[in-house]
């Protein structure tokens, strides 16, 4: 196939890698079997070099641009790098907010529970366009609240999550033969 660059990289949508491809999923080959593409990947992506390189491993990944992306710093995306996780396990929840439920009582009135020495000493609080907030009565004692409240949801440990965007299952190949790519200069 001449219409390629050599280490070229291109999405298939069907089942099979096409004559002069070889399929991403970090294969390592020895450089005797594809010299050319082994002379531009090197031992970018792993291998032994000069005996062996690997081709990129694409398989349930997405390719991203090379270089430091100023939103994100202080990352930098070398190439070659895998960066990120298919699942994560939290470890800390960050700074949040929970509707507090209660019974009706007047600000800053003991709100008790049905469980012995729990209670809150919250109110009503009317904020803005007459929203109704609960908020600790000015001065109050720091509030203690039942564990149950508390405690995560759910299983325990926490279990990790699924971590990745929506995608498209593609087929990744990198073109072995074709046109040699020439620096520009």
């Not at 291109?10 to 079997?33: E, K, M």
């Not at 694409?58 to 070659?80: D, Y």
């Not at 279990?159 to 299952?169: K, M, S, T, V, Y």
């Amino acid at each position: 196939m001449s219409d390629c660059y050599i280490g070229e990289i291109r999405a298939f949508p069907y089942s099979y890698v096409p004559y002069g491809w070889l399929l991403c999923d970090g294969t390592t080959y020895n450089t005797g079997q594809y010299p050319a593409l082994a002379s531009l990947l090197g031992n970018t992506f792993g291998g032994n070099w000069p005996a062996t390189f690997t081709v990129p491993d694409l398989r349930q990944r997405i390719a991203v641009s090379v270089g430091e992306a100023n939103e994100l710093k202080p990352h930098n995306f070398e190439l070659g790098k895998p960066i990120g996780e298919a699942a994560v396990q939290l470890s800390y929840y960050p700074r949040h907010t929970h509707t507090l439920q209660k019974k009706n009582v007047k600000g800053g009135a003991l709100a008790k529970t049905s469980r012995p020495n729990i209670h809150s000493n919250f109110g009503q609080v009317t904020g803005p366009n007459n929203t109704t907030y609960m908020a600790s009565s000015p001065g109050s004692a720091t509030t203690q609240l039942s564990p149950n409240m508390l405690s995560f949801f759910g299983k325990q440990p926490v279990a990790p999550h699924e971590n990745r965007q929506p995608f498209l299952n593609m087929l990744y190949a990198i073109a072995h033969d074709g046109e040699y790519p020439v620096p520009e200069d």
